[in-house]
Nanobody, 125 residues
Framework: QVQLVESGGGLVQAGGSLRLACAASGRTFSSTAMGWFRQAPGKEREFVATLSSSGILTYYADSVKGRFTISRDNAKNMVYLQMNSLQVEDTAVYYC??????????????????WGQGTQVTVSS
């Protein structure tokens, strides 16, 4: 089992940056694909970025490609999401997830995944 705790959310102006962090517990972290998802008010939760267990393979939603970067530190059991050039449309609760399959598969299915409690990101105009 994996437990996840997100941090780093907050209020930022459009064009600004934030770095989200996810602390994971569990002996299988280094062999687990990880991801970030978000849910805006009145919308379904959506894929943002995923990362393979090695950190080599990354996948991004088109809406964040070129602005967000997902990374991990397996020695520290940490996953990060660097968010640059933030837009008002990025406002959402951001969730860290530990997948039961590949990073590629996590883009479309999160069955069996573990989730953090979420961290709020608000981008003002």
């Amino acid at each position: 089992q994996v437990q996840l705790v997100e941090s780093g959310g907050g209020l930022v102006q459009a064009g600004g940056s934030l770095r989200l962090a996810c602390a994971a517990s569990g002996r299988t972290f280094s062999s687990t694909a990880m991801g970030w998802f978000r849910q805006a008010p009145g919308k379904e939760r959506e894929f943002v970025a995923t990362l393979s267990s090695s950190g080599i393979l990354t996948y991004y939603a088109d809406s964040v490609k070129g602005r967000f970067t997902i990374s991990r530190d397996n020695a520290k059991n940490m996953v990060y999401l660097q968010m640059n050039s933030l837009q008002v449309e990025d406002t959402a609760v951001y969730y860290c997830a530990a997948g039961s399959g590949s990073a590629r598969a996590m883009r479309t299915t999160t069955v069996g995944a573990y989730w953090g409690q979420g961290t709020q990101v608000t981008v003002s105009s």
